[in-house]
């Protein structure tokens, strides 16, 4: 059975940082775009970045360009997405997916949507 298993969420004070994993099981990561993606309280699920299959990033909010590092890890099978200079507005929960290799330039088309992971961000 395929599946993306989110973790690393917690609680952390503003201007701190977290690191999310999204680990796949059932099929390699490698052949997929994970597309990172964040629904806050009352709010619509949005699209965050994306990392292709070359390990290109694709941003969907300019709001985090410069504070959120993502990346993949081909051996652990694995996504990661390094949260960085956290503000009370990141509060969310994370939720990775995948599409076909290429990220697209918009939020679209992804699936096989993990369970995700809270953040919360107070002080």
């Known amino acids: 059975q395929s599946q993306l298993v989110e973790s690393g969420g917690g609680l952390v004070q503003p201007g701190g940082s977290l690191r999310l994993s999204c680990a796949a099981s059932?099929?390699?990561?490698?052949?997929?775009?994970i597309g990172w993606f964040r629904q806050a309280p009352g709010k619509e699920r949005e699209g965050v970045v994306c990392i292709g299959t070359l390990g290109n990033r694709k941003d969907y909010d300019d709001s985090v360009k410069d504070r959120f590092t993502v990346s993949r890890d081909r051996a652990e099978n694995t996504g990661y997405l390094e949260l960085s200079d956290l503000k009370a507005e990141d509060t969310a929960v994370y939720y990775c997916a995948v599409r076909g290799a290429s990220c697209g330039e918009e939020a679209v088309d992804f699936h096989l949507w993990g369970q995700g992971t809270q953040v919360t961000v107070s002080s």
């Open positions: 059932g099929f390699r990561l490698d052949y997929y775009a």
